[in-house]
């Protein structure tokens, strides 16, 4: 089956970047939606950004002001999330996962595979 991957989390100062990374290992997303997603302690999932590996277009909630962008890298069999602005609130475990399909979307119970997370903590 494969499993998605999470990395480049870690401790970043309130005003700072991350880039996290989703990559897919002894699998493909050739024909998956691929989305980030991030869990606060006590706070329920919330969905932040997903994006069509077949077509490459990006799906955003509402409430995203630009803070976060996906991307992929076909060649790294990568998904990126790059997060600018931080701040505390922003503390929270990030996840991918997938779902087949071309049209990416935000229903969380629809996504499938699930990666295992990475830490992000904003501190000073």
């Known amino acids: 089956q494969g499993q998605l991957v999470e990395s480049g989390g870690g401790l970043v100062q309130p005003g700072g970047s991350l880039k996290l990374a989703c990559t897919a290992s002894g699998r493909t997303f050739s024909r998956y939606i691929v989305g980030w997603f991030r869990q606060a302690p006590g706070k329920e999932r919330e969905f932040l950004a997903a994006?069509?590996?077949?077509?490459?277009?990006?799906y955003y909630p509402a409430s995203n002001q630009g803070q976060f962008t996906i991307s992929k890298d076909s060649a790294e069999n990568t998904v990126y999330l790059q997060m600018i602005n931080l701040k505390p609130v922003d503390t929270a475990v990030y996840y991918c996962?997938?779902?087949?399909?071309?049209?990416?979307?935000?229903?969380?119970?629809?996504?499938?595979?699930w990666g295992q997370g990475t830490q992000v903590t904003v501190s000073s």
């Open positions: 996962a997938a779902d087949r399909g071309l049209a990416p979307h935000g229903l969380i119970s629809e996504y499938d595979d």
């Open positions: 994006i069509s590996w077949s077509l490459g277009n990006p």
